[in-house]
């Protein structure tokens, strides 16, 4: 007995081993399926975000990029650049900068578009508003004979001049994408989910919303733009949002990309200028809703759009 109970002392310690191992893992199994369960019940789904496209063919990108990409769709159609200029400014900056209003760069290369301020492209501080940053863009754009022809990393090359020409291509299915829903072309397709609450410590200023859309359509933009309070879903007696109201006219036509693309530029910039809810046409998109998506609105829209700020 003795000789055959000393190998099992080795295969007793295995099993007692390979099963507490089993036990950890299945510690860490239910661990996470009860994690899930519990962000599916409540609807937490981590960092706010963006989208556009769908299934494979989808874009995903941070509320900073989808600001700074709004800004640069809206000065390019207020400079009456057709959807292609757009799309070549779009994957521009995303190669540049990946979207983001950078304060550094190779040598002295500042911003969305990584312009150098010894190349005349303007002062840093002027470079460092996307505003101007994107209309300097366009400006170079449209001297380019032909652009809205060219491949695009050859039209983009021609303004920036890299020194890696070929890099702007890899960026063009996902500056089409953007182009179409920031134009205004492609409806309610513009995604964006938030962790902002409808009231809180930073209320809304109706004045510098409408203060960014003349900045970044031009002053024909919201000339009847209107402000009002309103009481919102779920508020107390007293509680109301302001309520800035842009008339675009009509829901059809060229009307409607318009109303579209000024509706998209506000979900794009909700979590910077503290929209909580934007509606036009049908659709409705709420700061709330943790998926990000347009839903069909209680009363169809009358060719405005409207944006509720935070309370």
């Not at 960092?47 to 769709?73: D, K, M, W």
């Not at 863009?137 to 021609?158: C, H, I, M, N, W």
């Not at 359509?217 to 309070?229: H, L």
């Amino acid at each position: 007995m003795g000789r055959v109970s000393e190998p099992m002392r080795p295969t007793s310690r295995a099993r007692r081993g390979r099963l507490a191992r089993f036990t950890a893992a299945s510690a860490v199994l239910l661990g996470l399926a009860a994690y899930v369960a519990v962000h599916q019940v409540t609807g937490s789904k981590g960092a706010p975000g963006c989208a556009v496209g769908s299934g494979e063919n989808t874009y995903e990108f941070t509320p900073e990029q989808a600001s700074n990409a709004a800004t640069i769709s809206a000065v390019g159609t207020t400079r009456r650049m057709p959807e292609r200029a757009v799309t070549i400014a779009l994957a521009t900056a995303l190669q540049e900068s990946a979207l983001r209003n950078i304060k550094h760069g190779d040598r002295d290369s500042l911003g969305l578009f990584q312009q150098r301020p010894s190349q005349g492209w303007g002062t840093p501080e002027q470079i460092l508003d996307p505003v101007y940053s994107s209309g300097k863009f366009y400006e170079g754009l449209a001297k380019v004979p032909g652009y809205s022809r060219l491949p695009l990393t050859v039209a983009a090359q021609k303004v920036q001049r890299s020194g890696f020409p070929q890099a702007y291509a890899k960026h063009e299915p996902e500056a089409v994408l953007l182009s179409a829903a920031l134009t205004g072309r492609s409806a309610a397709s513009l995604r964006c989910s938030t962790n902002m609450p409808p009231d809180g410590r930073k209320p809304g200023d109706p004045a510098k919303v409408r203060a960014e859309l003349v900045r970044a359509f031009g002053q024909k933009a919201a000339p009847k733009a209107s402000a009002s309070t309103a009481g919102s879903a779920g508020a107390n007696a007293s509680g109301s949002s302001a309520v800035l109201s842009v008339p675009v006219r009509a829901t059809t036509g060229t009307d409607a990309q318009r109303g579209w693309e000024l509706a998209h530029w506000a979900v794009a910039r909700a979590d910077e200028l503290r929209i909580v809810e934007v509606s036009y046409a049908d659709k409705v998109w709420r700061a709330g809703d943790v998926s990000g998506n347009w839903t069909r609105a209680d009363v169809p829209g009358d060719g405005t759009v409207r944006m509720r700020l935070a309370r």
